[in-house]
């Protein structure tokens, strides 16, 4: 199996910033494509940011600018830095992974962390 496990949710002010850790363990071969999404109470789960396992990255038009997303391939764990935080970013962050567990085939399975809550008020 694939474990994922976040960290470095937190309370912050407006303006603030966190960084946002997410590395994955488990019958890993190779991660594809990594990602943030986040969800606050009452909405659907929204993409934030997403990184190829080339380096290529897309972001959300409301975060452009201010969050960074980055990984590190040797520890298979994907970071994400938040600056200029609003209190519109308050929410439960989430990262995915899509995961080839084995070299004798080309399929990858896509896992999910459990979550961080991100709170930004003053």
């Known amino acids: 199996q694939v474990q994922l496990v976040e960290s470095g949710g937190g309370l912050v002010q407006p303006g603030g910033s966190l960084r946002l850790s997410c590395a994955a363990s488990?019958?890993?071969?190779?991660?594809?494509?990594m990602g943030w999404y986040r969800q606050a109470p009452l909405n659907q789960r929204d993409m934030v940011a997403t990184?190829?396992?080339?380096?290529?990255?897309n972001y959300a038009d409301s975060v452009k600018g201010r969050f960074t997303i980055s990984r590190d391939n040797a520890k298979n764990t994907v970071y994400l830095l938040m600056n200029s935080l609003k209190p519109e970013d308050t929410a439960v962050y989430y990262c995915?992974?899509?995961?080839?567990?084995?070299?004798?085939?080309?399929?990858?399975?896509?896992?999910w962390g459990q979550g961080t809550q991100v709170t930004v008020s003053s």
């Open positions: 995915n992974a899509d995961v080839q567990k084995s070299s004798r085939s080309p399929a990858a399975y896509r896992y």
């Open positions: 990184i190829t396992d080339g380096g290529s990255t």
């Open positions: 488990g019958t890993i071969f190779s991660i594809k494509s």
